[in-house]
Structures are given as structure tokens and as C-alpha cells.
């Protein structure tokens, strides 16, 4: 059987020890080991940890980015409750596996401090998925599925805000588990919708 590229066998262990280890404690070279290359090798590819990090999110982790994209590009396709349970369905399930990768830097002031300051020189970080949801809500706004006087960016940031709870807010319930995504996600939108809707 034929090897994997490297930069996909470094994505990969990077993934699986993001997940079991967190960001945190993962270091380049425990990822360089089981990835069966250098850490050397790893540097090729990927310049710093954050950057691995942001490939990890961003090429092994559900999509919003082209979901969102796609939307505000062509605002009225689709209903806006059906849409926007879509892009809580696909929030839900990114919140709920990058959550567990991302949780250890919040164990550790400083290095959470040197994780923002490297994101933001990257023009990247957890704020944009509100942003790209508000651009599209600000779009559905335009057409006036949308209520005029609707705040795009609170409506953004209520919604990805709910979705990111649910990745933890139920670890401490009787039973330990999340509300299905698919029940969660059309409750959310409608709930959203009966609020901003024209």
C-alpha cells in the first residue's frame, strides 16, 4: 500500500493528538514522530504550530467558511430557517470537535496569549465565523427576509454562541450527552428566525 504525502500524514497525527493530548500538550515533535517523519519535515510544510493548528481546523473539521461563502454570495437561495439549520448543523459539529483540541490553551494564560497574537497575524481566529454570518445575514437583510431593523452581528453571534455551547455546556447533565445535532440545529434556527425574520 502506498504512503500518504507527508503534509497528510502530519495533518493526520496533529488531528489525533490535538484530540487526545489538546493543542496545548501536543508538541512538534510527539506530531513529527507519529506522522513518521521529521520534525524538520514538519517545519517544511508547516511554518509554526498555530499554522498547523489553523490546516487542522480548517482541512479535517466540518466547513462553515464555504458554507457561508456560498450564501452571502447568492442571498435568497433557500429558505432562511432552512439555511441558517444548516449552517448550525455544520457550527454544532465544529464547535463539538474542535472544542476538545482547543480546550488546553485555556489552561495556560500565556500560551493562549502567544496562540491569539500568532492567529491574528495570520488574519485568522474564532471571531470570523460570526463575521462571515453576519455578512450573510447582512445579505438576507438586503433582500428583506431579514427584519430592517434585525442586528446581523448579535443574530450571528447568538447562533455560532449556542452551537459552541453545546460542545460543552452538557458534559455535566445526569446523562453527559449533547441534544442530537439534528434535532438541536432546526430548534436553533427557528427559534433564530421567529426573531429576525421579515
Known amino acids: 500500500m502506498e ?16 484530540l487526545t493530548v489538546g493543542l496545548a500538550r501536543a508538541t512538534t515533535k510527539q ?35 464555504p458554507l457561508l461563502d456560498g450564501l452571502a454570495a447568492e442571498p435568497g437561495r433557500g429558505t432562511l430557517a432552512e439555511n441558517l439549520t444548516e ?21 495556560e494564560p500565556r500560551l493562549k496569549r502567544r496562540h491569539d497574537d500568532a492567529l491574528r497575524q495570520m488574519g485568522s481566529g474564532p471571531h470570523l465565523p460570526i463575521e462571515w454570518l453576519a455578512a450573510y445575514l447582512r445579505a438576507e437583510q438586503t433582500l428583506g427576509r431579514v427584519r430592517p431593523d434585525a442586528d446581523p452581528f448579535a ?31 432546526p430548534r436553533l434556527a427557528r427559534t433564530l428566525v421567529a426573531g429576525i425574520g421579515a
Do not use: N, W
Request: include cysteine; charge should be negative; proline fraction near 6%.
Open 3 to 18: 504512503q500518504k504525502p507527508a503534509r497528510v500524514r502530519i495533518l493526520d497525527a496533529a488531528h489525533e493528538l490535538m
Open 31 to 65: 506530531i513529527a514522530r507519529a506522522a513518521g517523519c521529521s520534525e524538520a519535515a514538519l517545519y517544511k510544510y508547516f511554518p509554526s504550530k498555530e499554522e498547523l493548528f489553523v490546516d487542522v481546523l480548517s482541512e479535517r473539521l466540518p466547513q462553515l467558511k
Open 87 to 107: 449552517i448550525a448543523r455544520q457550527a454544532a459539529l465544529f464547535y463539538e470537535q474542535s472544542f476538545p483540541i482547543a480546550a488546553s490553551l485555556f489552561a
Open 155 to 185: 443574530a450571528a453571534s447568538l447562533l455560532l454562541g449556542a452551537c459552541s455551547q453545546r460542545a460543552f455546556a452538557y458534559d455535566a447533565t445526569e446523562t453527559g450527552e449533547r441534544p442530537p445535532v439534528d434535532d438541536f440545529a
